[in-house]
């Protein structure tokens, strides 16, 4: 049971341990979790890392979310539900055997076989997908940033906290070495 959590926490530690700005990271966090949710398994880390450099957003926070938002569990369901928005808009292009088929091939090989298998997949199989993930990661992306720089607010608040309570228990070296000053009365002559 306990392995169950183990990834979402290790996901948390990642995210948790970011530093930066937090609208920098949020923005990445964002970028993320659109790039995440458009179908392009086999090249999405491939693109997140140079769009995020060229938009100038946590490269590091866009590849966390993106890795959470698309992996091997959420596959599947994910390819499916953009199939499905994607093709309501645009109905009657493209069938889901057609289509599991080739995820099926994408999924089970490695990365340049996976990309070939993508390419055969065709401009209205594709149309579609991208359709559907455009739809559901618009409104994902806006929603997962203002949440991110909530979160990641809050971290800064807390660590800005941390730090001061830790140097005022500090006493610095000199401070703790150097004599006391006396301090000289007023002596009157009686």
């Keep these: ?50 769009l995020s450099i060229t938009l100038r957003v946590s490269t590091l926070a866009a590849v966390i979310a993106g890795t959470i938002i698309s992996n091997p569990l959420t596959f599947g369901p994910q390819y499916f539900i953009t199939w499905k928005l994607g093709n309501a808009v645009l109905p009657g292009r493209v069938s889901w055997e057609h289509l599991k088929e080739v995820l099926l091939a994408i999924q089970h090989e490695g990365l340049l076989d996976g990309l070939a298998s993508f390419s055969h997949l065709g401009i209205k199989t594709i149309t579609v997908l991208l359709t559907g993930g455009v739809l559901i ?54």
């Design 1 to 50: 049971m306990r392995s169950i959590f183990r990834l979402p926490r290790y996901y948390f530690l990642q995210i948790q341990r970011l530093k930066g700005d937090p609208v920098y990271l949020a923005k990445g966090f964002s970028f993320g979790v659109f790039m995440g949710i458009l179908p392009l398994v086999p090249i999405q880390t491939i693109l997140i890392i140079p």
């Design 137 to 190: 990661g618009i409104p994902a992306a806006i929603i997962s940033y203002f949440l991110a720089l909530k979160f990641f607010r809050t971290l800064r608040t807390h660590r800005l906290r941390k730090q001061k309570l830790n140097n005022k228990k500090k006493v610095p070296l000199l401070e703790a070495i150097k004599p006391k000053k006396i301090k000289k009365h007023d002596v009157s002559e009686e």
